[in-house]
């Protein structure tokens, strides 16, 4: 028979329990907060590409030429 409490489910021979939202941190990395920053980086700029309703292509273009406006 299954019984649950507010973060863990119980059904047979398994447990299944909710995660904090932080993967990286449940698995126990030393690093978590780190190795979330790319993709987090990564996250944002699709943001960013899909709110001005770019395609890939465009963006990268926009990007050069910015570099290419610093003088990069």
Same mark, same amino acid.
């Given at each position: 028979?299954?019984?649950?409490?507010?973060?863990?489910?119980?059904?047979?021979?398994?447990?299944? @329990?909710?995660?904090?939202?932080?993967?990286?941190?449940?698995?126990?990395?030393?690093?978590?907060?780190?190795?979330?920053?790319?993709?987090?980086?990564?996250? @944002?700029?699709?943001?960013?590409?899909?709110?001005?309703?770019?395609?890939?292509? @465009?963006?990268?273009?926009?990007?050069?030429?910015?570099?290419?406006?610093?003088?990069?």
């Amino acid at each position: 028979m299954a019984s649950r409490s507010e973060d863990t489910f119980v059904a047979e021979d398994e447990t299944i @329990t909710h995660g904090s939202g932080a993967v990286l941190a449940d698995l126990s990395y030393a690093d978590a907060e780190e190795r979330q920053t790319k993709p987090r980086l990564a996250h @944002t700029i699709n943001g960013v590409i899909a709110r001005r309703w770019l395609n890939q292509v @465009t963006a990268a273009g926009q990007i050069a030429a910015a570099a290419v406006g610093r003088g990069a």
